[in-house]
């Protein structure tokens, strides 16, 4: 039988939950994270949802319709942002649903979705979750804290070291 999950827009009544649930698993996703993502939301220039499993908080995603990254920011390009779903909720289409539910958002304002994806090995599900879907690099190289990095260049693997990839979400 599926397991039956529902996502909607994230409020103030979900942070407590969220909070206490990343730093079980030792995360730092505090609840001034999701409080500024909810100030961000309320000023149009963020989109949240969070994913429940019978009611218990599995996971959020959130679309930046503002993004820093250059390329996305000279294009026009809203990047979907931090992506996450619980340890013991994952491979049940939760993160996919996540996704999904972000980009019906975005297909209504742009023919194209974006995003980075880290390249340590912190981020493997996510690489084949991204390449699945559909995303492509976007051909700009990598960035470390938005900026490029050059071939040869010495640069730490953490999750400031992004590839970003693109999809066309409209035909
Ligand atoms: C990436 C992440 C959100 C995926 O969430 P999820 O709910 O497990 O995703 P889904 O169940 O929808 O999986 C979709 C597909 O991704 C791929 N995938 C996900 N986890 C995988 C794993 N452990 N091994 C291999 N493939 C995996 C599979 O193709 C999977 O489809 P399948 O289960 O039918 O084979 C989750 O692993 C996560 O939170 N990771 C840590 C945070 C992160 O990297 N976020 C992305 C930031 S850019």
């Given at each position: 039988?599926?397991?039956?999950?529902?996502?909607?827009?994230?409020?103030?009544?979900?942070?407590?939950?969220?909070?206490?649930?990343?730093?079980?698993?030792?995360?730092?996703?505090?609840?001034?994270?999701f409080e500024r993502y909810l100030?961000?939301?309320?000023?149009?220039?963020?989109?949240?949802?969070?994913?429940?499993?019978?009611?218990?908080?599995?996971?959020?995603?959130?679309?930046?319709?503002?993004?820093?990254?250059?390329?996305?920011?000279?294009?026009?390009?809203?990047?979907?942002?931090?992506?996450?779903?619980?340890?013991?909720?994952?491979?049940?289409?939760?993160?996919?649903?996540?996704?999904?539910?972000?980009?019906?958002?975005?297909?209504?304002?742009?023919?194209?979705?974006?995003?980075g994806v880290g390249l340590h090995?912190?981020?493997?599900?996510?690489?084949?979750?991204?390449?699945?879907?559909?995303?492509?690099?976007?051909?700009?190289?990598?960035?470390?804290?938005?900026?490029?990095?050059?071939?040869?260049?010495?640069?730490?693997?953490?999750?400031?070291?992004?590839?970003?990839?693109?999809?066309?979400?409209?035909?």
């Open positions: 039988m599926m397991d039956s999950f529902r996502v909607r827009s994230m409020s103030s009544a979900d942070l407590p939950a969220a909070a206490a649930a990343f730093s079980s698993i030792g995360w730092i996703k505090p609840v001034t994270l100030a961000e939301q309320a000023a149009g220039t963020r989109s949240c949802w969070v994913a429940h499993l019978e009611a218990v908080f599995a996971g959020y995603v959130t679309v930046n319709w503002k993004p820093t990254y250059p390329f996305f920011a000279e294009k026009r390009i809203p990047e979907i942002q931090d992506l996450n779903v619980l340890p013991p909720f994952r491979r049940k289409g939760i993160g996919t649903t996540l996704l999904v539910q972000a980009e019906a958002e975005i297909v209504t304002r742009s023919d194209v979705a974006g995003l090995p912190g981020y493997n599900n996510a690489q084949r979750l991204y390449v699945k879907d559909g995303y492509v690099p976007d051909g700009q190289g990598v960035t470390y804290k938005d900026r490029y990095v050059r071939e040869g260049e010495l640069v730490r693997l953490d999750d400031d070291f992004l590839l970003h990839m693109l999809r066309r979400i409209r035909p």
